[in-house]
């Protein structure tokens, strides 16, 4: 028998929506679910077009000649070879088809974290030299807590350089791995790099986290939605915090479960702790060039890098 | 072939206890064998320990006390760890989890279905081989270069079948093969289980899908919910025992109270 207060409940006609202005749950919802998708669509496969040049060329091969050009851009500090280095990065992602969407995603989000972690560097305060824009003048002797703050705050030229140098680096090197990761299945890529000594269990680590981040995004999805569906509104923003953690420990919990079931699953299947994964494929002769050209190319920059 | 396969006992369990990490009791004095060739059903409600006694005869989970053979061999952790039986019983036995999700860990589906034969050491020819007969054999072709992401329920119970039929399996423990597949993929796992069973695989499933059970079972285990063992039957003398499956919750023993 159901409860009495369960069958007396007012059946007069639901109220009007009122609009309260509130939008955090439905941007939570929207942002989890835009996730979800993404994830699903970008780990799917490799973006760029299979017959693009870089598509059908060895993944180790790729793997060391992104290296290559990577630690070359470590090395170069004049601001007009880095310059060209990005550019030559960039004309290769357009050339494989890859999308210039894509693209500029991938740079709104790592450089710009990287300039706002090097602005500073850019101040007087950090890197001396000729001012190029006064900011500040709190007068000698100023203190801010117990730093002693200069006379007059200003942008240095050397600092300007310093964070253009930065910038340049991280957009280069980004540009660079996103390629890489863009014209590369993820399983060629994890293979890659375990032959090129990244650790077994990493490797195994991160071909379980590939696999399972869309399934555990979508189960965050369910556990969002499912509080949607038992909730009144205007929950306080303790109590958002509290349900936030409560579904944060319920996630934990599944991925436990999952973990446990996944390896139960590979043992089953023989696993004994030494991973088994197949041979590729012997490198061909356009492999090795890959690999050549990225090496001429960086020796070529380092020169310039000396010469100009 | 039948008989002879029926004379070689594959499973033994004598006395089997098990209890969860916390305590819980899972299991009470479970005691059968089951013969090569048999399909066997375990039955129970939610909860009886159907499932965990399909991870005892993987050599997944091990007994508190009583025994659990395989193929005349005690398992115990040392035994399923240590080679040569170790890969042996790996290649004899293959295990279908309830959930195709935890089974499925590769990056496509070609590469879920050589994961097995990879850690048995067989070659590369061999391995291709293997993964284009059963990519074959269970109609996924298509599916080859497909992530597990991208397959439907359907699909991925398919693939996970596929994924242990490449070790070449004598033995088949299927958790709750059914569940959540459509009627037609219910149809299709009907006939592919009877056609692994006319080749001589021996099938042991934890189901609580009566209508599953009885197209796709021979013998019947029932599980109480005090996770003993109470009746050790063929299907059909188990699934015309009314009461029996009302005591063990598997059917209503009244019509549904009206709310």
């Known amino acids: ?308 | 072939m039948r008989a002879n396969l029926l004379s070689e006992i594959i499973f033994d369990l004598n006395h089997v206890d098990y209890r969860y990490p916390g305590g819980a009791v899972a299991l009470r004095d479970i005691t059968f064998s089951a013969a090569a060739g048999e399909r066997l059903a375990i039955i129970g409600a939610n909860g009886s320990g159907k499932s965990t006694l399909l991870h005892l005869l993987d050599g997944l989970y091990f007994a508190d006390s009583g025994t659990v053979d395989a193929f005349g061999v005690t398992l115990t952790e040392t035994a399923v760890e240590t080679p040569p039986f170790a890969r042996e019983f790996r290649r004899r036995v293959g295990f279908l989890f309830q959930n195709s999700d935890a089974q499925l860990f590769c990056a496509r589906v070609d590469e879920e279905l050589a994961f097995g034969p990879l850690q048995l050491r067989l070659s590369r020819e061999e391995i291709e081989r293997r993964v284009a007969d059963v990519l074959r054999f269970v109609g996924i072709e298509h599916l080859r270069e497909r992530s597990p992401q991208q397959l439907s329920e359907g699909e991925k119970k398919k693939v996970a079948l596929a994924s242990i039929l490449t070790c070449g399996p004598r033995v088949l423990l299927l958790d709750e093969p059914s569940a959540g597949l459509d009627p037609r993929t219910q149809d299709w796992l009907v006939e592919f289980l009877g056609a692994l069973h006319d080749a001589g695989i021996t099938l042991v499933e934890a189901s609580h899908d009566l209508n599953f059970v009885a197209d796709t079972a021979d013998r019947a285990l029932v599980l109480s919910e005090d996770h003993r063992l109470v009746r050790d039957a063929p299907v059909t003398q188990v699934l015309s025992d009314c009461d029996l499956l009302a005591s063990v919750n598997l059917i209503r023993p009244k019509p549904r109270a009206r709310v």
């Not at chain 1, 955090?24 to 496969?45: D, H, I, P, W």
């Not at chain 1, 696993?271 to 020796?299: C, E, H, K, N, T």
């Open chain 1, 1 to 308: 028998m159901l409860p009495d207060w369960y069958t007396e409940m007012p059946s007069a006609a639901a109220p009007e929506p009122v609009r309260t202005g509130r939008r955090a749950g439905r941007a939570v919802r929207r942002a989890l679910a835009s996730l979800g998708e993404t994830m699903a669509r970008e780990m799917a496969g490799p973006q760029a077009r299979p017959d693009s040049c870089l598509g059908r060329v060895d993944a180790h091969s790729k793997v060391a000649g992104a290296i290559v050009l990577i630690v070359a851009a470590t090395f170069v500090h004049r601001l007009p070879v880095l310059a060209m280095m990005l550019m030559g990065a960039v004309v290769l992602v357009l050339a494989n088809g890859v999308g210039a969407r894509r693209l500029g995603r991938i740079w709104l989000g790592v450089p710009l974290f990287s300039l706002a972690m090097i602005l500073p560097a850019s101040l007087n305060v950090v890197t001396d030299g000729a001012p190029l824009l006064t900011l500040w003048c709190p007068g000698p002797g100023a203190h801010l807590g117990l730093w002693e703050l200069p006379a007059t705050m200003t942008i240095t030229r050397p600092g300007v350089a310093v964070a253009a140098r930065f910038l340049l680096r991280v957009l280069t090197c980004v540009t660079l791995a996103f390629l890489l990761v863009a014209t590369t299945g993820p399983d060629e890529l994890l293979h890659a790099l375990r032959r090129l000594g990244m650790p077994r269990a990493f490797a195994m680590v991160l071909t379980m986290m590939h696999r399972y981040i869309v399934v555990l995004l979508r189960a965050a999805q369910e556990i969002h939605l499912a509080k949607l569906s038992r909730s009144m509104g205007g929950g306080s923003l303790v109590g958002e915090q509290h349900w936030v953690a409560a579904g944060v420990g319920s996630l934990f919990r599944r991925t436990r479960h999952l973990a446990d079931e996944v390896h139960e699953a590979m043992l089953s299947r023989g696993y004994d702790g030494d991973l088994q994964v197949a041979a590729r494929p012997r490198w061909r002769i356009r492999d090795g060039l890959l690999v050549i050209v990225a090496l001429l190319f960086s020796a070529a920059l380092l020169l310039a890098n000396r010469l100009l």
